[in-house]
């Protein structure tokens, strides 16, 4: 049975989200802040639901913080209209976000669909990288990427698709399973992310923009 670790200051959300993913066959720990999590540690979790607005160390800096550490998912429920706040948790390494309300099926599904992507069992090798998909990680030249895991999650989908231009509703429909709001910019934000960490590996970039159509991996000889 996965473990799920709750963090949450608003006592009516954990006890339904409690309720519900032990009914959907998930074991449950409920944080009221984000010292006591940190104080227990993330090794025993197979997935993080981080609210951003918690009393004394906000879900940012618990984001920040597990980073350094550990790769494990991270979904982290934000205000509907903290689009900053959204982009932040992105670009510290969070894996997807939900704006309250949410609906707890569709948490569920947004679970599930991380989950199934951390235990997908494949390798693929190209004269550049080396995916190693049971291990989630990837390597260049040897050395191992430090990739958050939804920056893995994206450069697995590139890597299957090396050379084809990919639309931000493509890559949102493969990486989350949901097509992206035209203003929502964390599709943009994650490819940047990746794009960056990518750069000091190699003579250009190799995640291009193609205007007005997306992104395109190309690898190089």
């Known amino acids: 049975m996965k473990q799920l670790a709750i963090i949450d200051d608003d006592p009516e959300i954990l006890k339904l989200l409690d309720q519900y993913l032990t009914k959907n066959s998930f074991e449950v720990?409920?944080?009221?802040d984000g010292e006591s999590f940190l104080k227990e540690?993330?090794?025993k979790y197979s997935l993080i639901i981080l609210d951003i607005g918690l009393p004394g160390?906000?879900?940012?800096?618990?984001?920040?913080r597990v980073r350094q550490n550990s790769n494990i998912p991270i979904i982290m429920l934000t205000a509907a209209s903290d689009d900053l706040d959204r982009i932040l948790g992105l670009e510290l390494g969070s894996d997807d976000y939900m704006g309250k309300p949410f609906n707890p099926r569709e948490l569920l599904?947004?679970?599930?669909a991380l989950l199934r992507?951390?235990?997908i069992k494949e390798e693929d090798v190209d004269n550049n990288i080396v995916m190693n998909y049971a291990a989630r990680s990837a390597f260049i030249d040897g050395k191992e990427l430090e990739l958050t895991g939804t920056e893995f999650d994206l450069l697995c989908v590139f890597h299957k698709q090396i050379g084809k231009v990919l639309s931000r509703d493509e890559i949102g429909e493969l990486l989350h399973g949901r097509r992206v709001d035209p203003l929502?910019?964390?599709?943009?934000t994650i490819v940047s992310r990746?794009?960056?960490?990518?750069?000091?590996?190699?003579?250009?970039e190799i995640i291009q923009s193609v205007?007005?159509?997306g992104y395109v991996l190309l690898m190089k000889n």
């Open 29 to 32: 720990d409920a944080f009221t």
């Open 41 to 43: 540690g993330e090794s």
């Open 57 to 64: 160390i906000d879900g940012l800096e618990v984001c920040k």
């Open 109 to 112: 599904a947004r679970i599930k």
């Open 117 to 119: 992507r951390s235990e």
């Open 184 to 188: 929502d910019r964390s599709i943009d």
């Open 194 to 204: 990746l794009r960056h960490k990518l750069s000091s590996h190699f003579d250009g």
């Open 211 to 213: 205007r007005g159509k």
